[in-house]
Each structure stands twice: as C-alpha cells, then as structure tokens.
Nanobody, 125 residues
Framework: QVQLVESGGGLVQTGGSLRLSCAAS????????LGWFRQTPGKEREFVAA????????YYASSVKGRFTISRDNAKNTVYLQMNSLKPEETAVYYC??????????????????WGQGTQVTVST
C-alpha cells in the first residue's frame, strides 16, 4: 500500500494562498490517481480535487474550480494542491488520498484506498 504524508497547511488570511504537498512512498507512484479531500468536525469528508495517474485529467469540486489547482510530479512522487483566494469556510483538515488505476470515479472517499494523516488549513477573517 502506498504511504502518504501531507505538508504545507497553516494559517492564512481570507483571500490568501497556500500550496499543499503530499509525498508518496512505498509503491509505484505513477500507478495511482491522487485526490484531495477536506473535513471539518461533525461533517463528512468532502471532495476537493483529483488527478489521474498520468496527470492528463483533473477533477474539481464546483466550489473550488478556478481557484484551486491540483498537479503531480511523478519524478518526485508528489502531488500538490495550489489554493488561491481562500475563504474562511474552507478552514478544514485537508487529506491526500490515493487509488490504484481502475475506475474513473474520483469524487467519493470510498473511491480511494490510501490516506494521509491530514494537514490543517485555517483561513482567518
């Protein structure tokens, strides 16, 4: 199973930017599609963005489209989430997730078999 470690979270003001990183180890990175989800206490884990194994296809939640960009560097075994124009309601723990090549379903948590420990993003007003 691939292991995932997120980094890059922190405190940012409304309208600011952050870039999250997720480093993978343990398996062939290019065999995996990657996703980002976020979760706040008492709520279900919410899809944010995903990218297929080659990086040729990306998927976004409607709420972040145009502001967030997911990308991957297969040479560095890392996936990134560039977040711009952040809003206070986007304060959450952000999780990186991986799924092996297979179905083209990327937006549900159960689509993914491996998860990182999460990184906190706090957007202040």
């Amino acid at each position: 199973q691939v292991q995932l470690v997120e980094s890059g979270g922190g405190l940012v003001q409304t309208g600011g930017s952050l870039r999250l990183s997720c480093a993978a180890s343990g398996r062939t990175f290019s065999n995996y599609a990657l996703g980002w989800f976020r979760q706040t206490p008492g709520k279900e884990r919410e899809f944010v963005a995903a990218i297929n194994w080659s990086g040729g296809n990306t998927y976004y939640a409607s709420s972040v489209k145009g502001r967030f960009t997911i990308s991957r560097d297969n040479a560095k075994n890392t996936v990134y989430l560039q977040m711009n124009s952040l809003k206070p309601e986007e304060t959450a723990v952000y999780y990186c997730a991986a799924k092996e090549r297979g179905s083209n379903s990327y937006t549900k948590p159960h689509d993914f078999g491996a998860w990182g420990q999460g990184t906190q993003v706090t957007v202040s007003t």
